[in-house]
């Protein structure tokens, strides 16, 4: 009977059973103390004062029943209503609204609904249109690959700021031999700054092609280079001459490329830019146990998120040996054996080269403090600070979803139409790559919310963290 009732009405029974429930209330206390102070040889005020007290329990009593109610009938529904519409606005997530769960709030639902498959008709239509151009794209790039596949040179093309907006494979193969280059790191970070800046300087000056000789940052590595400027275009691109000489094996040509990064104000404060501007490092572990303080890290997984999209090839799927032995009970879950791991690098050397990836990135886990409790334990004897800025998923999921709300990564894969194959499942890959994707559709959500810059997103996550905290 009462979801055929409108929604102005349904709430207005809640007010009315509230007055009709305090008038009883204090009606029934003031009768059991009049009933009290008949006889009584004791001041009559005492049968009054205990009908006030009473009263006011009962009124107390009575509006936590109905806030119980209106929050679980009213409040609730809402909040995932407007999650569900927002999930499915912003992270393009064709899921369901739950009608039956929101069946007291009268045509609300309904609407929301129509409204929702409105959205995503036109939405669909777009992504069609879209997809069109990019298949035209790809194959343009593809062509593009292959006409540089014969050229011996390496190139790079650096954003003003002198981070790495584009590499192909052969300077893949180059830089790889000091780490593994990576969209939007600073180029500061593979070859000595003080040569490519005064290279780069002349470059300014004399606005043309500059030869010099470049060294990778620890002298491990040289090379015969250009700097050459692009036009009126902003940045410059940085050639490796006779790159084959410097390839032991045969690489491949891809282009790895973000041309938006040419844009990017990387000199702002990291808390003042735009959430979706900056790099993420997207990590899990897998362990011997769940005890930090003493058990060991077995593998790392781990992918870039530059600009909302997770950049291919860029990823790490390190096994680790812990020095100990691995559990069964761990090996079940994780599938990581102590023969798989008994000529794997020590976390010494694993945890110093995912301190390089991760430089300059926001690091982003789902349950971050138990991750980076095992990199913080080691990071004080290998002197590696982890002072990069961290954000959990459990806590996003709270911010968007709600905090009474369930935050695994299961419930959050399944909320947010992320499916994670079951031989991946507990994988230190597997699981990085679904938290990388469920962080690419929290974003613009985020964004929807009105929580654009980074500190604002800390600002909810630390709320949020509390509140978690407290209903645990």
Known sequence: MLTSLSLRLRISL??????LGGVVVTCGAIFIGYRRSIGAEADPTSAFLFSAILSGFGLIALSAGVWL???ENVAKPIERLAATMRTRAHAGVSIELDIHQARYLGDLAPAAAAVSTQLSQTTLDTAEAIAAETARLAGEKERLTALLTEIPVAMVLISPAHQIVLYDGQAASVLGQIHPPRLNASIFDYLREEELRAAHADLVAQDKEIAFTAHGTEGQLSFDARLKPLGHAPGYMLLIDDAHALITPEAARPLVYDFD???????RAIEDRPIQSLTYVVFDTETTGLLPHKDEIVQIGAVRVVNGRIV??????????PGMPIPPASTKVHHVTNDMVADAPSIDIAARDFHKY???AVIVAHNAPFDMAFL????????LDWEHPIIDTVLLSAVLFGASETHTLDALCDRLGVTIPP???????????ATAEVLCKMLPMLKSRG???FVDVIRQTRKHGRLLEDLN
């Open 14 to 19: 809640f007010f009315i059973f509230l007055a």
């Open 69 to 71: 109610l209106f929050d």
């Open 261 to 267: 990064l040419m844009e990017h104000d990387s000199e």
């Open 312 to 321: 291919p090839g860029e990823e790490v799927d390190q096994l680790v040996n």
């Open 358 to 360: 991760a430089g300059g």
């Open 376 to 383: 913080k334990r080691h990071g004080k004897r290998l002197g």
């Open 423 to 433: 031989h991946l499942r507990h994988t230190a890959l597997g699981d990085a790559q």
């Open 451 to 453: 929580y654009e810059t």
